[in-house]
C-alpha cells in the first residue's frame, strides 16, 4: 500500500534548527512535497524534490533520497510564526499527491 | 499575484440539505483538485480535473459530484448532506502541463452541517 510517515508533534525552541523527517512508500515516486500549514488555514506550498540532495529556500532547506525513500525538512532561525503543521506529501506514479498526517510544530520562546 | 480563490468561505448546512462550493483556479492553471480535511487530519482527496476533464477520484462519496467549467472554475456539488461532511474543503490548482506539480490551495470554505 501506499504510505507516508512523519512525527505527528515536534517542540523546539525559537532561534533554533528542526528537522523533520518523513518517510514514503508509494507506487512510483515523481516527487515530494513539503506543505505549511496553520491552523484553519489552507496548506501553502514550501518545497519540492524530486532528484536526491538538498534544496535550499531561505530559512528552509528539503532534502530527499529516493533510495532511502526519505526525506526531511530542515527549518533554521526558528521564529514564533513557525508554529504551524508541517505536512510532507509523495506524488504517485499518477502524480496523486499521498499526504502525510502532518507535524506539529510548536515553536517556544 | 492572483490565487485561488473559493467561495464561501463559510457554509452553514442542516442535515439532508445540499450545498455548492466554487472554486477559482490561477489563471493559466489547467488542473483543479479538491480536497476534505476533518479536523487534525490530513487533506483527504476527493477528486481532480484536467483541462475540464475528470483526471483522478479518490474518496469522493458517491452524494457528491464536481465539474469543471468552460473558464476552468470548477463546483464541488454536495447532497443529502451528513453531519459526518463537516470539515474544511480546500481547492487547488496547478500547472501540470508545464511539468510542474506544486499544488496552489485555495483559502477554503468552512462547511458546517447541523
Known amino acids: 500500500g501506499q504510505n507516508i510517515d512523519q512525527p505527528t508533534e515536534m517542540t523546539a525552541t525559537e532561534g533554533a534548527i528542526v528537522q523533520i523527517n518523513c518517510t514514503y512508500q508509494?507506487?512510483?515516486?515523481?516527487?515530494l512535497f513539503w506543505y505549511q500549514q496553520h491552523a484553519g488555514e489552507a496548506p501553502t506550498f514550501l518545497s519540492y524534490n524530486v532528484l536526491d540532495g538538498l534544496e535550499e529556500k531561505g530559512r528552509f532547506s528539503s532534502f530527499l533520497s529516493r533510495s532511502k525513500g526519505y526525506s526531511y525538512l530542515l527549518l533554521k532561525e526558528l521564529q514564533m510564526k513557525d508554529s504551524a503543521s508541517y505536512l510532507c506529501?509523495?506524488?504517485?506514479?499518477?502524480?496523486?499527491?499521498?499526504w502525510g498526517a502532518g507535524t506539529k510544530l510548536i515553536i517556544k520562546p | 499575484a492572483a490565487g485561488v480563490i473559493q467561495s464561501p468561505r463559510h457554509l452553514i448546512k442542516e442535515k439532508r440539505e445540499t450545498a455548492t462550493l466554487k472554486c477559482y483556479p490561477i489563471p493559466r492553471h489547467d488542473t483543479v483538485y479538491w480536497y476534505q480535511q476533518g479536523p487534525g487530519q490530513d487533506p483527504q482527496f476527493l477528486i481532480s480535473f484536467y483541462e475540464k476533464m475528470q483526471s483522478d477520484k479518490g474518496s469522493i462519496p458517491d452524494r457528491f459530484s464536481a465539474q469543471q467549467f468552460s473558464d476552468y472554475h470548477s463546483e464541488l456539488n454536495m447532497s443529502s448532506l451528513e453531519l459526518g461532511d463537516s470539515a474544511l474543503y480546500f481547492c487547488a490548482s496547478s500547472l501540470e502541463s508545464g511539468g510542474t506539480y506544486e499544488q496552489y490551495f485555495g483559502p477554503g470554505t468552512r462547511l458546517t452541517v447541523t
Open positions: 506529501a509523495a506524488t504517485d506514479s499518477n502524480y496523486q499527491l499521498i
Open positions: 508509494t507506487s512510483g515516486f515523481n516527487g
